[in-house]
């Protein structure tokens, strides 16, 4: 096999028939789209949302890659975003670490179905019974019976976590359903792939992904973890409140994520890199000079679906692209487009989130990097697609103004029109009493302090978050951390015959990221602050 698809070759052989454009199949005239009528959709979005920057790769048969970039890499700065400004491209890097693994596979030296503990004998789950069962291919699919974003908040803000921790933290994570018995998004267990390939490599994973995929697809711009002095690096941007994030004012924020989140999201990017790897994912790992990076089984390894996502009726008028049904395979969503099977991801982080896409039966690939947070690439994804597939016309640019309106009128709505109210009710101890230390067994330790009839609290292990909290409810507080440092969280405090017995937590705002999972905590408390 060539890595043709049969809609490829049916291309290839128009092509060197001579044929006219006239003569083309309609899908393969549309692909054949101007690169105007692309920066046209792009420009659109961006005067509609105040996009502050742009970056896109576009791969369509028997052309060379269109790459395309907009806008300003910072509000406020004349830097303009271009084919080699990095972005990070976040849970893309799934891709990545799943390929990474194909690599060692295709070397003999993992299975896709070998237990994880044949290669990390420390490796152990909350339910003793399901350490054994667990596969490399588990790791990589999301049915491990975890809740979404279990354990985030080990590496979101960035603290004093080390990827090694993942491993510390998975007994005590508890499952929310049976093992491969649903799904459920999760990163920490590609924090563990990324240990499974340093332990049988032998290479820490930012080295091998390097070596092994990076240098090989000539992807020059990429890092495998964030650097903090990148000259060509793009800015983060976020509205924050008031009253929560995602409402208000665009604004710069920092980034926040650190290494230990590099094998689930660590990877920075430019388009031109994205394009290189694209361009390997449809050819079925082949490169331009004939060379293999990964062998065509383990690229059809990694598209095929092995844990159900969703499931609808199907597209409606109001979304025409609602997939029927959609899976998770290695490091890629797989689901139907139109008719079409699509491959897909995205990523985010605070203050950038990508998507992209590939349509393999028609040699075609997105990829849509932006500096903002409100999710802007998806639409501008769907409208280049559409255009190359010349699917019937709809308005993204609409579709997406909808969605961001309810979404914040629901986030209104839930917080009974803001979070500057408190809850009816207060402390019911004096408050020097719930002053102490407070331990959870995954996350690590958190400090109650009291000064002056004020309550302050720190997360040892997280330096973002630390400031004062004020009452919030019954034996409740709410956090007030600088501004844009992640979320807020409401604490709240367990009570028995006058003393604090334990502290759980919830995010404040209903549009928080599901990284920032408060609600996984259960401290008890270990002593007084020291």
Same mark, same amino acid.
């Given at each position: 096999?060539?890595?043709?698809?049969? =809609?490829?070759?049916?291309? &290839?052989?128009?092509?060197?028939?001579?044929?006219g454009a006239a003569t083309l199949p309609a899908w393969a005239r549309a692909a054949e789209a101007?690169?105007? +009528?692309?920066?046209?959709?792009?420009?659109?979005?961006?005067? =509609?949302?105040?996009?502050?920057?742009?970056?896109?790769?576009? @791969?369509? #048969?028997?052309?060379?890659?269109?790459?395309?970039?907009?806008?300003?890499?910072?509000?406020?700065? #004349?830097?303009?975003?271009?084919?080699?400004?990095?972005?990070?491209?976040?849970?893309?890097?799934?891709? %990545?670490?799943?390929?990474?693994?194909?690599?060692?596979?295709?070397?003999?030296?993992?299975?896709?179905?070998?237990?994880?503990?044949?290669?990390? #004998?420390? %490796?152990?789950?909350?339910?003793?019974?399901?350490?054994?069962m667990m596969t490399v291919r588990d790791l990589l699919v999301h049915r491990s019976g975890l809740?979404?974003?279990?354990?985030?908040?080990?590496? %979101? /803000?960035?603290? =004093?976590?080390?990827?090694?921790?993942?491993?510390?933290?998975?007994?005590? @994570? !508890?499952?929310?359903?049976?093992?491969?018995?649903?799904?459920?998004?999760?990163?920490?267990?590609?924090?563990?792939?990324?240990? &499974?390939?340093?332990?049988? =490599?032998?290479?820490?994973?930012?080295?091998?992904?390097?070596?092994?995929?990076?240098?090989?697809?000539?992807?020059?711009?990429?890092?495998?973890?964030?650097?903090?002095?990148? /000259?060509?690096?793009?800015?983060?941007?976020?509205?924050?409140?008031?009253?929560?994030?995602?409402?208000?004012?665009? +604004?710069?924020?920092?980034?926040? +994520?650190? #290494?230990?989140?590099?094998?689930?999201?660590?990877?920075?990017?430019?388009?031109?890199?994205?394009?290189?790897?694209?361009?390997?994912? &449809?050819?079925?790992?082949?490169?331009?000079?004939?060379?293999?990076?990964?062998?065509?089984?383990?690229?059809?390894?990694?598209?095929?679906?092995?844990?159900?996502?969703?499931?609808?009726?199907?597209?409606?008028?109001?979304?025409?692209?609602?997939?029927?049904?959609?899976?998770?395979?290695?490091?890629?969503?797989?689901?139907?487009?139109?008719?079409?099977?699509?491959?897909?991801?995205?990523?985010?982080?605070?203050?950038?989130?990508?998507?992209?896409?590939?349509?393999?039966?028609?040699?075609?690939?997105?990829?849509?990097?932006?500096?903002?947070?409100?999710?802007?690439?998806?639409?501008?994804?769907?409208?280049?697609?559409?255009?190359?597939?010349?699917?019937?016309?709809?308005?993204?640019?609409?579709?997406?103004?909808?969605?961001?309106?309810?979404?914040?009128?629901?986030?209104?709505?839930?917080?009974?029109?803001?979070?500057?109210?408190?809850?009816?009710?207060?402390?019911?101890?004096?408050?020097?009493?719930?002053?102490?230390?407070?331990?959870?067994?995954?996350?690590?330790?958190?400090?109650?302090?009291e000064r002056r009839g004020k309550l302050a609290i720190d997360f040892v292990p997280t330096p973002?978050?630390?400031?004062?909290?004020?009452?919030?409810?019954?034996?409740?507080?709410?956090?007030?951390?600088?501004?844009?440092?992640? +979320?807020?969280?409401?604490?709240?405090?367990?009570?028995?015959?006058? !003393?604090?017995?334990?502290?759980?937590?919830?995010?404040?705002?209903?549009?928080?990221?599901?990284?920032?999972?408060?609600?996984? @905590?259960?401290?008890?408390?270990?002593?007084?602050?020291?």
């Amino acid at each position: 096999m060539n890595g043709l698809t049969t =809609s490829r070759r049916q291309l &290839l052989a128009y092509s060197l028939a001579g044929a006219g454009a006239a003569t083309l199949p309609a899908w393969a005239r549309a692909a054949e789209a101007s690169d105007a +009528e692309i920066d046209a959709i792009v420009g659109n979005f961006m005067r =509609s949302y105040q996009t502050p920057g742009v970056a896109i790769a576009v @791969l369509r #048969p028997n052309r060379p890659p269109l790459l395309r970039a907009y806008g300003v890499r910072t509000l406020g700065r #004349p830097d303009k975003v271009d084919i080699h400004t990095r972005f990070g491209i976040a849970s893309h890097s799934k891709a %990545f670490t799943a390929a990474a693994l194909a690599l060692l596979v295709d070397d003999g030296k993992i299975g896709w179905d070998d237990p994880v503990v044949k290669h990390l #004998p420390d %490796f152990r789950m909350y339910d003793a019974a399901v350490t054994p069962m667990m596969t490399v291919r588990d790791l990589l699919v999301h049915r491990s019976g975890l809740p979404l974003g279990a354990g985030d908040l080990m590496f %979101f /803000p960035a603290g =004093s976590h080390v990827a090694a921790d993942a491993l510390k933290a998975l007994p005590y @994570l !508890k499952p929310v359903r049976g093992f491969r018995d649903g799904y459920d998004y999760d990163n920490i267990l590609y924090l563990v792939a990324g240990l &499974l390939i340093e332990r049988v =490599s032998g290479m820490g994973w930012d080295r091998f992904v390097q070596t092994r995929l990076f240098d090989p697809l000539g992807m020059v711009d990429a890092f495998p973890t964030r650097h903090d002095h990148d /000259p060509n690096v793009a800015g983060r941007h976020a509205k924050l409140g008031p009253p929560v994030r995602g409402i208000g004012k665009l +604004e710069v924020v920092a980034a926040d +994520e650190g #290494p230990m989140v590099d094998a689930a999201g660590g990877i920075n990017a430019s388009v031109a890199d994205m394009a290189k790897w694209f361009q390997a994912q &449809l050819a079925g790992g082949l490169l331009p000079d004939g060379k293999r990076v990964w062998s065509a089984e383990q690229s059809k390894q990694m598209w095929t679906p092995a844990t159900i996502t969703a499931s609808t009726s199907g597209p409606t008028a109001e979304n025409p692209v609602r997939p029927v049904l959609q899976s998770y395979a290695l490091g890629w969503f797989v689901q139907d487009y139109r008719g079409l099977q699509m491959i897909q991801h995205s990523g985010g982080l605070s203050g950038q989130v990508t998507h992209s896409a590939m349509l393999p039966t028609r040699g075609i690939a997105v990829s849509v990097l932006t500096n903002v947070e409100d999710g802007v690439s998806q639409p501008i994804r769907n409208a280049i697609l559409d255009r190359l597939i010349d699917a019937p016309a709809f308005d993204w640019v609409a579709f997406f103004g909808a969605r961001m309106k309810q979404s914040q009128t629901e986030a209104l709505a839930s917080v009974a029109g803001g979070v500057d109210k408190a809850p009816a009710g207060g402390p019911s101890l004096p408050i020097a009493r719930y002053a102490g230390r407070y331990r959870d067994p995954w996350y690590g330790d958190v400090v109650v302090t009291e000064r002056r009839g004020k309550l302050a609290i720190d997360f040892v292990p997280t330096p973002a978050f630390k400031g004062p909290v004020e009452p919030w409810g019954p034996d409740s507080f709410r956090t007030r951390f600088p501004k844009g440092a992640g +979320e807020d969280a409401v604490v709240t405090f367990a009570l028995a015959d006058g !003393k604090v017995t334990g502290i759980r937590m919830k995010a404040l705002s209903p549009l928080a990221d599901f990284s920032y999972d408060f609600q996984h @905590l259960a401290f008890v408390p270990v002593g007084r602050p020291s």
